[in-house]
């Protein structure tokens, strides 16, 4: 099976833009979860969607927001951007909850200038 | 908010030594416990995990154990050797979502 993949790897955008993320999971795979990693810090967890509903969230502001659409397939959106939103965002995707293995993707490295 | 601590932050040990990653957590609800590992510019994997029925669980030479009562659980790494340089994540589940440790860096000395 093809593994998690995300689009862009690389972006680079400015104060006050917005932009999206795309992340495809492994076929059959209907959990897919978003994190953002920043050096230090680890992993925070943004939210998790599962058949189209976003089944949970983290203590992200309002400005990160995400879908799933019918195929699995998600986006997460960041909106107003803020120097301090840079960083790589990492989707994993698992057959249905956190409780299986997480597949992680590569990664969209996010610099905000 | 519930938290997931990890210690060292770094740690270099002797190629073939043993090595261990700590990690405490704060939500006494807590029931899975994985650990992934992320080498330098690839994505993180699991590597081991452990659920609370258990209290210890291994493969090869990896272990993980579990106390429950004091809230910490450990990973184990025995003969180190150079394809375990990475840096490790322990986690916790918390209202159905994994809370993460900040890494540990392990550095395997030849």
């Known amino acids: 099976k093809a593994g998690v993949t995300q689009t862009p790897r690389y972006l680079i955008k400015t104060r006050g833009q917005q932009v999206t993320l795309s992340c495809s999971p492994i076929?059959?795979?209907?959990?897919v979860s978003w994190y953002q990693q920043t050096p230090g810090q680890g992993l925070q967890f943004l939210f998790e969607?599962?058949?189209?509903?976003?089944?949970n969230k983290g203590n992200f502001p309002g400005r990160f927001s995400g879908r799933q659409f019918s195929n699995s397939r998600s986006e997460m959106n960041v909106s107003t951007l803020e120097l301090g939103d840079s960083a790589l965002y990492l989707c994993?995707?698992?057959?249905?909850?956190?409780?299986?293995?997480?597949?992680f993707g590569p990664g969209t490295r996010l610099t905000v200038l | 908010g519930e938290n997931v601590e990890q210690h060292p932050s770094t740690l270099s040990v002797q190629e073939g030594d043993s090595a261990v990653i700590k990690c405490t957590y704060s939500?006494?609800?807590?029931?899975?416990f994985p650990w992934y590992k992320q080498e330098l510019g690839k994505r993180p994997q699991l590597i081991i995990d452990?659920?609370?029925n258990v209290g210890e669980k291994k493969d090869q030479r990896i272990a993980v154990t579990l106390n429950k009562t004091a809230k910490h659980f450990s990973l184990h790494i025995t003969e180190t050797q150079p394809e375990d340089s990475a840096v490790y994540f322990c986690?916790?589940?918390?209202?159905?979502?994994?809370?993460w440790g900040a890494g540990t860096k392990l550095i395997i000395k030849p």
């Open positions: 994993a995707s698992s057959p249905q909850t956190i409780y299986n293995e997480q597949f």
């Open positions: 076929s059959g795979h209907r959990s």
């Open positions: 969607y599962f058949s189209e509903t976003q089944r």
């Open positions: 939500d006494s609800a807590s029931n899975y």
């Open positions: 452990i659920r609370s």
């Open positions: 986690a916790g589940d918390s209202n159905y979502q994994l809370i």
